[in-house]
């Protein structure tokens, strides 16, 4: 079953599945992205991009993240540039979105802190 099942199983319309991922949590965008083939209906370019990113997928992670032209994108553009080893870039693009750099070793931390700031 997908997190967009659990929220509202018996949704036919993507018009229900959208607002019922509206309220997605955390963990449910975290467990889609662990288990599930596909991102759920009605996400954000920012929650997409986090969700290709849990689920390896980082090349299209970074392209989405390059098309979101806010703090939050630059956010996710430095996480991925952290989870890719480029460090350099990744300062970089924490100081656009103005937020204190961070280490390789905060990954999984980092991505759950984006995620409850793009999700509440």
């Known amino acids: ?3 967009a099942q659990r929220i509202n199983p ?3 319309s993507s018009k229900n599945i959208h607002q019922a991922l509206i309220g997605m949590t955390v963990d449910e965008l975290l467990e889609s992205a662990e ?3 596909h991102p759920p209906d009605g996400l954000t370019s920012e929650q997409l991009a986090l969700w290709h990113t849990k689920a390896d997928n980082w090349e299209t992670a970074h392209n989405i993240a ?3 032209h806010n703090t939050n994108g ?3 553009h430095a996480l991925l540039h952290l989870i890719e ?3 350099g870039n990744a300062g970089y693009w924490f100081r656009q979105a103005r937020k204190p750099v961070r280490s390789t070793s905060e990954i999984d931390s980092l991505w ?3 995620a409850e700031e793009i999700l509440d």
């Open 85 to 87: 080893g480029d460090v």
């Open 10 to 12: 018996h949704s036919d």
């Open 35 to 37: 288990n599930d083939t």
């Open 112 to 114: 759950r802190e984006i």
């Open 66 to 68: 390059q098309e979101i």
């Open 1 to 3: 079953m997908t997190a």
């Open 74 to 76: 630059s956010w996710i």
